[in-house]
């Protein structure tokens, strides 16, 4: 009996499927460490580039149903410091600063400063449920498919933009925000 140190086509083909399975654990092990898994306190959602919009740029302007069913439009609010929050129920950082948030806006009215609470891709029933159960009182906008989400290049929830009173984005937050950084975001604004 012969043995052959001549590598088979069985082992060759072994060798490979091997090769190939590790490769795709690498890549499975990189994806879900860089791309689902949040950083900064974040949660990722659409992990497709850089955000469209930039510091500076006009923000694009959105139509969308309030929690009471009104349209809201991002335009007709010119004249006033607008702070956007995309956001989730199912996000933790973005409940975490939910009552900041809603707590800012209520102290900051007078002086011209909005808080937009952009609910992303939920059913409005989940959004009142949630908007209802915690009391808040600031106003909560529907993004049902996303398409704000995606026109305004959002990566990860939560995402704050804040925007002067000529329309143009001055701040991009990802991760929870703290009272402490809007207050000196939004003061030079005032």
Not at 83 to 99: F, G, L, S, Y
Request: aromatic share 10%; proline share 7%; glycine share 6%.
């Amino acid at each position: 009996m012969k043995f052959s140190s001549k590598p088979t086509i069985k082992r060759v083909l072994f060798y490979i499927n091997l090769a190939l399975s590790l490769a795709f654990l690498v890549a499975a092990a990189v994806t879900l460490t860089y791309v689902i898994w949040p950083t900064s306190g974040a949660i990722r959602i659409d992990p497709v580039g850089p955000a469209t919009v930039q510091q500076g740029e006009a923000a694009p302007n959105f139509i969308l149903p309030s929690i009471e069913g009104v349209p809201f439009s991002l335009n007709q609010q010119r004249g006033q410091v607008v702070i956007v929050n995309m956001w989730a129920t199912w996000c933790p950082p973005c409940k975490a600063e939910m009552p900041m948030l809603d707590a800012f806006h209520a102290a900051h009215a007078e002086k011209g400063v909005l808080v937009l609470a952009v609910n992303n891709e939920e059913t409005p029933e989940t959004v009142r449920a949630f908007i209802s159960e915690a009391g808040f009182t600031f106003p909560v906008l529907f993004d049902q498919y996303g398409q704000i989400q995606d026109s305004y290049g959002v990566q990860g929830l939560p995402t704050t933009f804040v925007i002067d009173r000529n329309g143009l984005i001055q701040y991009i937050h990802l991760g929870e925000i703290t009272e402490e950084r809007l207050l000196e975001v939004i003061e030079p604004l005032l």
